[in-house]
């Protein structure tokens, strides 16, 4: 969980950074969507290893949704959480939603079957054209918001997980990992707000 | 001062269990939740009912037999406090609480508010030690330990086994307890010799009791009355991990040894 988690966040803030080349323009988006094809080594490495990470990740989290059923297989009549997070609580509605999203997205981005026009030599237009449908975007935009709580927990789980948990380091840990999933949010979120807003067009 | 009390009645571990309604307006302020349940139980005596069935011993904080969940939160609203030391006047006049017993698979009830703890018996049994020869004492401050180390090795001592930790954690782990042991003994020299064999034996009997799988949540350390923190599930997992990575099979000598 921890380590396929990792690779997943991984691949996010790369596929971030590629995305928000749209603000530079055009040809630069085309470019570097085109640039991507012909690497076929890397593309098709990073598309095999994402592929076993979430299968992986998924796989984890139905073993853990069973183990945590039979651990506790009477409900109390109250609960009242104390400290944790909501992020932290809500793990298993955040991740079988964000993985819906990523069936969507690729459907509608990398097949085109979105509903939305599509032109497989012109991502840019793509996103454009998938954007100006305001529910697509407004979609987009709550996905990120989930996968932002996803990482808010996961990004501080992971490592606690893996064994780090210092009194001097964790409460930074805990921000950092706050920080990069609420910039993770902005960034990926700033691409269909922008379209919706006119700026890329 | 009055209470309304909504209490689990289960008769028997195999029978149905159900939430009671009492009352009583016979609670003082200065009585201890436990001491509560004593007066609700005399009532229900003479009233001809079975008294509600909860664990206790020390009353005073010690000894973890007592805990039961009061209003959703294991030991009740007050952070670090058993329900022996817990005081009705954290309550207010006329309030309704809902006490129900520990709920894991690994603690089955009992009767009402028991439940079964051996699990963690069988933690401790599988590794919670260090094998000493029981010869005579050696010299005090032959083994010289840092006070730093000393002082979180005791932190960790201080879990009394109570189970709210399980009982709080919506995966109904033990992470919190056997990290708490590992850590105590793992911090001390004459835990050494033991330590990786300790990690291994303790974590697989963990999760052969059928605890679930800690999420790194937090709920535990919020309810520990003993104020321990998931640093030791995270020194927990670091000392399982370089121990199954380094494990060796089995060779016929050492079979039981570290
Ligand atoms: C972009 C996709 C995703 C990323 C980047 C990601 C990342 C992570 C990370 C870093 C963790 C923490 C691991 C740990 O503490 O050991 C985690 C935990 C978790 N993930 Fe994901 N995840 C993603 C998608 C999913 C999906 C699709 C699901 C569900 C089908 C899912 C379900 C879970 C659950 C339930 C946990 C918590 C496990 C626990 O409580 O121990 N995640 N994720
Ligand atoms: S009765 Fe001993 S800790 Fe509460």
Partial sequence: MAVTGVVLAG????????????????????????????LHVLLWGTRAALLVSVALHIWSTIQLAARRSSARPVAYQKYTAQTSSYASRTMYMSGPIVAA????????????????PYDAGDPYGNVVAGFKVIPVALAYVIAMGLLCLHLRHGLASFLQ????????YTPKIKLAASLIAGLIFLGFSSIPVAVMAGVVS | MRLVFHI???ATASAPGKMVRYESANMNPDMSMLEALDVLNEELITQGTEPVVFEHDCREGICGSCGFM????????????????????????????????????AFPVLKDLMVDRASFDRIIAAGGYCSVPAGSPQDANALLIPKPEADRAMDAAACIGCGACVAACPNASA??????????????????PEREIRALRMVRQMNGEGFGHCGNIGECEAVCPKGISIEVIARMN?????????????????????
């Fill in chain 1, 11 to 38: 691949f996010i803030v790369g596929h971030l950074l590629g995305n928000l080349q749209i603000f530079i323009g055009r040809d630069t988006f085309n470019g570097y969507a085109e640039g991507l094809k012909k």
């Fill in chain 1, 101 to 116: 999203f990523i069936v969507y997205h690729l459907l509608h981005f990398t097949i085109g079957v979105g509903g939305t």
């Fill in chain 1, 161 to 168: 997980t893996l064994g780090v948990n210092h009194p001097a």
């Fill in chain 2, 8 to 10: 689990w009645r289960q």
């Fill in chain 2, 70 to 105: 009061i209003n959703g939160i294991a030991h009740g609203p007050l952070a670090r406090t058993t329900v022996c030391q817990l005081t009705l006047r954290h309550f207010k006049d006329g309030e309704e609480l809902y006490l129900e017993p520990w709920r894991a698979s």
């Fill in chain 2, 175 to 192: 992470s919190l307890f056997t990290g708490a042991k590992i850590t105590h003994l793992g911090l001390m020299p004459q835990g050494q």
């Fill in chain 2, 238 to 258: 670091r000392d399982f991990a370089g121990a199954s990575i380094t494990e060796r099979p089995k060779s016929g000598a050492a079979e039981d040894g570290a």
